[in-house]
């Protein structure tokens, strides 16, 4: 028996294309099938053999076949020329052998990868993918919430592994944590090996320990620190800005403001937006408490780190209060500083 058969294997437990390719052709036992995209097929799964009787190349094989007519576009204009819309579904067709490929190399210790992920079109939410052997690890495990993004996993060292050990948030729900949870485990560094457990939050069974290979879990975190491909002009713009506000606090602190959010804007996701605290050393008499500005940065076709350089250089010559919008705070130093409240959004 092979060491990928002896080792209880993560369960995808999230529908996809996969499950509906599965699904036509008569080997996803449960039938699942996506709640939304393609349309659904009209009566039971074809007879034919369960899944548990096919190998896993035979599987890999078929699923790989079944996904070219569902993903390609009847539409001959479509064809020709591809719409942004398209953009998860030009990657399923372009990567759909991938989960074969990744899962035929499983070993032991288990491999671990890292690979960032954009949500759809419209949708700006980006996350941090986390694979052993292969298997997405939120969805077996949690499913109910995407992984963190790159900026809060990887850029901030939580998933580097130390003798200490360290309890790390990997989702939450889509919700909140308050009402449907969120999945964490705690990383450490024992030895030549990584481990991950002490999981809390899980769906199921309480998730065994995994434990890598230390050598390759650095190598792979540093490659995932180092690639930025995946990310857009305006988000690096932000992460630009957001490092160069974290080394140098002062150009926010000589207006007394403080840097927030920092990213892109959810409806635009071509603009970079800038969050201050304003927190005036010298409030009004008779007031106190803070304001908040945004700083939106549209796309303007220049490199983002030019861009970053730019704002920074704005923050260090010219007070804030001068260009970025106000966005609400305590409402007696907004009057007495002559802010309106912004007015309420519109509702769709």
């Not at 900026?151 to 901030?156: A, P, T």
């Not at 920092?262 to 010298?282: F, Q």
């Amino acid at each position: 028996m092979s060491v990928r058969d002896e080792r209880e294997p993560l369960a995808p437990r999230t529908t996809s294309l996969y499950d509906y390719a599965l699904f036509r052709q008569g080997i996803e036992p449960d039938g699942t099938v996506p709640r939304k995209g393609f349309p659904l097929p009209d009566g039971p799964p074809p007879p034919g053999p369960g899944r548990r009787d096919r190998t896993w190349q035979q599987a890999g094989a078929e699923v790989t076949d079944a996904l070219t007519p569902p993903l390609a576009d009847p539409d001959p204009v479509r064809a020709a020329e591809p719409v942004p819309a398209d953009r998860r579904a030009d990657w399923f067709r372009r990567n759909r052998h991938l989960p074969f490929a990744r899962t035929e190399q499983a070993g032991d210790p288990p491999r671990w990868e890292l690979v960032v992920v954009h949500g759809a079109e419209d949708d700006d939410g980006i996350e941090t993918r986390i694979l052993i052997d292969g298997i997405p690890l939120v969805p077996a495990l949690f499913g109910k919430g995407r992984g963190h993004p790159p900026e809060y996993l990887i850029d901030s060292g939580r998933l580097r592994a130390t003798a200490e050990p360290r309890e790390v948030q990997l989702c939450e729900a889509y919700c909140t944590e308050g009402c449907c949870g969120a999945l964490y485990v705690t990383i450490r560094r024992d030895g030549d090996e990584v481990v991950w457990d002490g999981w809390r939050g899980a769906i199921g069974p309480p998730p065994p320990a995994y434990r890598f290979d230390a050598a390759a879990y650095d190598a792979e975190l540093a490659r995932a620190e180092q690639d930025h491909s995946w990310c857009r002009p305006a988000r690096s713009t932000a992460r630009l800005i957001a490092a160069g506000l974290h080394d140098r606090p002062e150009l926010t602190a000589r207006w007394d403001m403080t840097a927030g959010w920092i990213g892109t804007d959810r409806s635009d996701t071509d603009t970079t937006v800038v969050r201050l605290r304003y927190t005036p050393s010298a409030p009004p008499p008779g007031t106190g408490g803070s304001l908040y500005f945004e700083w939106r940065l549209p796309d303007e076709d220049v490199p983002p780190r030019a861009r970053a350089d730019a704002a920074l250089r704005r923050l260090e010559t010219q007070d804030p209060n001068t260009f970025a919008s106000f966005g609400g705070g305590n409402a007696q130093p907004a009057e007495a500083l002559g802010h309106r409240p912004p007015p309420p959004a519109l509702r769709a």
